[in-house]
């Protein structure tokens, strides 16, 4: 082999490993990030059918084998509470040609958006007014001053010390204000995201119960560039309210 056919075979073997270097540093990251989200996400699903049958069961007195069914109960109890803010206590809720008689509870409409919602913050600028008062101070023994908001003013007033108002000055001030973005949960939720198969229910024999595990029953194992593997074993369940997981 001459000179050039050694540096040829040379940078080619560089190539190879340069190219081998990039499969064992990023392709391992890759492979545990998707396993980590189907996970999650799987994990998340079985909290909002869980969730929902627990709506479901609060608004019925019962659970029901069909997610369906409890989610369109759900929802539409949802909507009626939205439209009408005197829809509640019992109410008659029809769909289709089924007939639910449903128990409304006056919080219906918050539990709803703070269970199926991301708590979020957003700055809103308000415009506000400070006056600066005076007091009798005891401690000091002479008249002192200090800076409130104006709504307070009347906490002040009926006090045997309070003097007078020196000096009132509106400002903006901005404050973080804490709300939910809401999202409707649909059909989606009822199956595995890695599998695509529906998820497994059992409901108690008596009914006081209510389950939902993965329907994953052997490790799923996926060959990627020979070398790595993705691997995903049963993501858990949830039964009467408790996460395996945790």
């Known amino acids: 082999m001459n000179q050039q056919n050694k540096s040829d075979a040379l940078e080619i073997l560089i190539i190879l490993a ?10 391992p990251v890759a492979i545990w990030e998707e396993e980590t989200y189907y996970e999650k996400e799987s994990r998340y699903r079985m909290q909002n059918l869980n969730d929902i049958q627990s709506f479901f069961s609060r608004l019925t ?9 409890a989610l369109s109960v759900v929802n539409a109890v949802r909507d009626s509470s939205i439209a009408d803010s005197l829809y509640i206590g019992k109410q008659n809720l029809f769909i289709g040609n089924k007939k639910y008689i ?18 979020s913050f957003r700055k809103d600028t308000l415009l506000d007014t400070i006056l600066q008062i005076s007091m009798y101070s005891q401690d000091l023994g002479r008249e002192d ?25 509106p400002i903006n001030r901005v404050q973080a204000i ?25 409901i108690s024999e008596d009914g ?3 389950a939902v595990s993965s329907p994953i029953s052997t490790p799923i194992i996926k060959r990627h560039y020979l070398l790595f593997s993705f691997k995903a074993k049963n993501h858990g369940s949830i039964k009467g309210g408790r996460k395996s997981w945790e």
Do not use: H, W
């Open 61 to 69: 007195g019962g659970y029901t084998s069909s997610f369906s069914e």
């Open 178 to 202: 804490e709300y939910y973005k809401t999202y409707i949960p649909d059909s989606v939720n009822f199956f595995c995201p890695l599998t695509r198969d529906p998820f497994n229910i059992n």
């Open 208 to 210: 006081s119960t209510f």
């Open 145 to 169: 001053t200090s800076f409130i908001q104006k709504k307070e003013l009347y906490n002040y007033e009926s006090s045997a010390d309070f003097r007078s108002v020196l000096k009132e000055e």
């Open 18 to 27: 340069m190219f081998l270097l990039v499969l064992v540093i990023y392709v």
């Open 102 to 119: 449903v128990d409304v509870n006056q919080s219906y409409g918050f539990e709803f958006d703070t269970t199926f919602g991301v708590k």
